[in-house]
């Protein structure tokens, strides 16, 4: 069975699966993605971010298998790409949405970025041999694909970036059309208070999920596998006062490493049938 065929008839599982990984558990963990996640072409550094971003544990709570066609939006350094893509490459498509680096309007930032993302790619065709770029910008470039032909899209630490723009319903729009019926949009965000602005890094999970709502999306389930309740939410640099960022440098160091990395929110939705 093809793989968006076989997501349409699984939204049912979709609601049981995810209440029952509401807080997760090592015996629900896909073994493949545990190996990819320690695995020896990932840098010491990116494993050390593992007990923080459990992204076995978090894949596997998004319900992802090898043989669907995922897209990641803007992969950035490929910390997720490094897990995602080797685990997709003999039977399924990995999608990397990534920084415009072609247009003039692109800021540098996001254009370098997404230069060495490409680099990194084509310097590892045992990882990424399978992947395919695209480039994703939501004020200039937001389609993400032929309608319908994706089995699962996913974010990791961008919605702020969108809000900051006004585009975040933009993108959630685009994750929307590209996905199948049945097909998960999986969403993991520093999780804030209605409050907070979104320059801070953080977002407001009621807010999140009810404009997921508003542009079609079902909730299938919340997860508290990427939650830390040491986070306080009240930094001077906002979240990347914590690490990984520390950009108070050696200011009050140790009490930011001692936090760890921010309280996340975890949410899975699906593209009801029509």
Do not use: C
């Amino acid at each position: 069975m093809k793989p968006f065929l076989r997501t349409a008839l699984l939204i049912p599982t979709l609601l049981l699966s995810g209440a029952a990984w509401a807080h997760g558990s090592d015996s629900d963990v896909d073994a493949k993605l545990q190996q990819f996640a320690q695995g020896e072409h990932r840098s010491e550094k990116n494993i050390a971010r593992n007990p923080y971003r459990n992204p076995a544990q978090t894949l596997s709570f998004f319900g992802i298998h090898p043989d669907m066609t995922v897209i990641e939006l803007w992969p950035g350094g490929g910390w997720y790409s490094e897990i995602i893509a080797p685990y997709l490459k003999d039977n399924g498509q990995f999608v990397a949405a990534n920084f415009d680096t072609s247009d003039k309007q692109t800021v540098n930032f996001y254009k370098n970025a997404g230069k060495r993302y490409l680099q990194k790619v084509k310097d590892n065709p045992e990882i990424y041999g399978n992947t395919k770029v695209i480039n994703f910008d939501p004020s200039l470039s937001p389609d993400l694909g032929v309608e319908a032909s994706a089995d699962m899209v996913l974010t990791f630490r961008n919605l702020h970036n969108w809000a900051m723009k006004g585009k975040m319903e933009t993108v959630f729009q685009s994750a929307f059309e590209v996905l199948t019926p049945g097909g998960v949009f999986g969403v993991v965000e520093h999780r804030g208070t209605a409050q907070m602005p979104a320059e801070s890094g953080y977002m407001d999970e009621a807010e999140v999920i009810a404009l997921a709502k508003k542009v079609g999306f079902k909730l299938a389930a919340k997860s508290e596998i990427n939650a830390n309740p040491k986070d306080t939410k009240d930094y001077e640099r906002g979240v990347w006062t914590l690490p990984p960022s520390l950009r108070l440098k050696e200011k009050d160091r140790e009490k930011y490493l001692a936090i760890g990395e921010s309280d996340r929110m975890t949410l899975k939705f699906y593209k009801p049938e029509i």
